[in-house]
Nanobody
C-alpha cells in the first residue's frame, strides 16, 4: 500500500492550496481517509477526516476554511485549504485507516504560509 501526497508549497496569508493524496495497492473506497499536520516543534495533529460514507470531521482550527473530499474513482482524497494563515504552516500527511483499523501513512508535503 502506498499513499502519495502532493500539492504543498509556499502561499501568502489569505491564499489557497489544494492537497491531494492518491492511494495504490488497497481497496480505497472502504477506508477512512484523513489529513494530519505537524508544525516545527509540535506534535502531529488531526486536520480532517472523511469516512467511506463521506462523513467528515474537522479540527476546530480549520473549520470553515478547509474542506476534505474524496474521489473513489481516482483513489484520491483532497484537502482544499482556503484563507490560509501563518499558523497553518506545517508538513501535511495523509493517512488511510482500513476496516480492520490498520493505519497507513503517506510521506508529507510541506505547506508554508508566509508573506
Amino acid at each position: 500500500v502506498q499513499l502519495q501526497a502532493s500539492g504543498g508549497g509556499l502561499v501568502q496569508p489569505g491564499g489557497s492550496l489544494r492537497l491531494s493524496c492518491t492511494v495504490s495497492g488497497s481497496f480505497f473506497s472502504s477506508n477512512t481517509m484523513g489529513w494530519y499536520r505537524q508544525a516545527p516543534g509540535k506534535q502531529r495533529e488531526l486536520v480532517a477526516t472523511i469516512t467511506s460514507g463521506s462523513s467528515t470531521n474537522y479540527a476546530d482550527s480549520v473549520k470553515g476554511r478547509f474542506t476534505i473530499s474524496r474521489d473513489n474513482a481516482k483513489n484520491t482524497v483532497y484537502l482544499q485549504m482556503n484563507t490560509l494563515k501563518p499558523e497553518d504552516t506545517a508538513v501535511y500527511y495523509c493517512k488511510m485507516t482500513t476496516i480492520n483499523f490498520r493505519d497507513y501513512w503517506g510521506k508529507g508535503t510541506l505547506v508554508t504560509v508566509s508573506s
